[in-house]
């Protein structure tokens, strides 16, 4: 009988929850326990502010979040690579100065048409394509094409840090969602690989999309146009029509995340909000106030006196990249 | 040692599949069995047609599919009384002919206003209201108030048959949503408590909804106008944004579930389509080619030769509401 026995204790002990640390990648300062304090409180079924699994929702702004975003975003990259390839088959799709620019990788001049000259790029590189064939377009991209500086693949500048911190929420009961400003299908063409997010747990911006049967053969399009931006205010509008509940706990870095935040964290009972502070020259890009991309002031202003925490991305993580 | 074996020998017999029907309000009739073998065939990890739980996407219709829909939808008549509610306050809110006609309740009248009278009722009564206190009054609504013909509220006018497949479809591994015309925030209100579906897998219609900080409280509102109409063609669309992938199984009632069907069916591999026929006019209503609710026609003359399943309320169904 001892094998049985033996069975037994083996189940039991496997039962008693794991104590490996479920953010190696995070230094011992008080980001992490802060974290940790927050994930054990609202878990434990005698706390007063206990929150069950239904409501245990998480929302994480992409870019500059869970991948990086310098030295611009990375579904802007992949526009400027498409409309290149496109403008060598047809130049007579350059209509205009900003994708004239685009089309020479001169992205001061795309930058000088502003977000309108960025929405003329991602309109014509992204139109007259099943958001199938897109997404296997992207996938494609984002793990074989390298970042200009890093070296790296796309797909392998996640964030070690903000991955652990996403599945450690998923093992406490929390479903975790991307609510983006950048487009859902180029978002979904990699979640799943990259963060272990199922496409229906992405929110982003979207494009208009028909539906048509051709030959027979019924097929949804994606056209040019953008029929919804999730940025800004636009966030806590997604997250609604998305998922239909306010968030407990929302992840950002910019102050385009600053109503995510102040929505979720207006929330009764306990509530977090975080934004990475990119603090790290030397490992990654150090940038805040200033620039075209990821510009945080109000978050830094403000964030401290509503309680969010600040991650200093610098002391805070031993590590940054997923891939090295 | 025979306590353990005792132990041992019933956690081994808990493992033995259920031979409960898992459809009892079912009749045997041929409709069942195709229901049961389709699942039975792509959950099998040796057929050839298994499909992967993470793509086990099943999307139903819900008035009409899931509930009734007669007289006219319940969503419509929630509307009524609200703007019934909200014109007793201020009359001068009745600014054209439908609307005076809603506020006498003269169900012709806002039907002679056609689709753009029925959306400005609705615009007026779901108008000015957070999405929390119109899910709350929905809620109300729909569990208090009683149906004009059968007596049963709203929420007890679900079809107990079409509940027995989402459970059984989710004991299968199935993620099972909501695709329906009506209001997103409406369907959402009882969604959980009518289906066994979360929040977000509810996929509808969308209104203009902002988000503000009045006094320091940030809030959503609902406004006016809608934004999405998740019907027809713009249902494999409202799919496509919210779920990412293309569903293996899909049931509606009338054509405005055509193109859903047709998309869900026209995909590689084991894939289901099924029409609800409302065949029984003595335990619920007889319908299908004419009329301003529920009309199918196109379904009828080609679903078959697509070899979608085509239910017989009357014949296949021995029982048909939930609530009794
Ligand atoms: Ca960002
Ligand atoms: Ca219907």
Known sequence: ????????????????????????????????????????????????????????????????????????????????DILQQK????????????????????????????????????????????PEAFKSS????????????????????????????????RDEGFATYIVSGGGVDFIRAIAGDAYNIPSQQVVGSEGTTTYAVTDGVPALTKEGGITFIDDKEGKPVGIMRHIGKRPIFAAGNSDGDFAMLEWTTAGEGARFGLLLHHTDAEREFAYDREGHIGVLNRGLDEGPDRGWLIVDMAEDWSRIWSSN
Not at 29 to 56: H, L, N, Q, W
Not at 110 to 125: D, F, K, P, T
Not at 139 to 168: C, I, K, R, V
């Open 87 to 130: 403008a060598e088959e047809d130049p007579s799709i350059l209509t205009s100065d900003v994708l004239k620019a685009a089309a020479e990788n001169n992205l001061e001049g795309v930058m000088a048409g502003g977000h309108e000259g960025l929405l003329e790029v991602i309109n014509v590189s992204h139109a007259n394509i099943t």
């Open 1 to 80: 009988m001892k094998p049985i026995f033996a069975v037994i204790l083996a189940a039991a002990s496997a039962a008693v929850p794991a104590i490996a640390d479920p953010l190696p990648s995070w230094n011992d300062t008080g980001a992490k326990a802060r974290i940790t304090e927050f994930v054990d409180s609202v878990t434990d079924p005698t706390s007063e502010v206990f929150v069950p699994v239904a409501e245990r929702i998480a929302v994480f702004d992409n870019d500059g979040t869970l991948w990086a975003e310098q030295p611009i975003y990375f579904q802007m990259l992949y526009a400027l």
């Open 138 to 169: 992207a996938h494609e991209w984002l793990t074989t094409e390298d970042h200009p500086t890093t070296g790296l693949t796309y797909a392998g500048m996640t964030y070690q840090p903000m991955l652990e911190l996403l599945s450690y929420l």
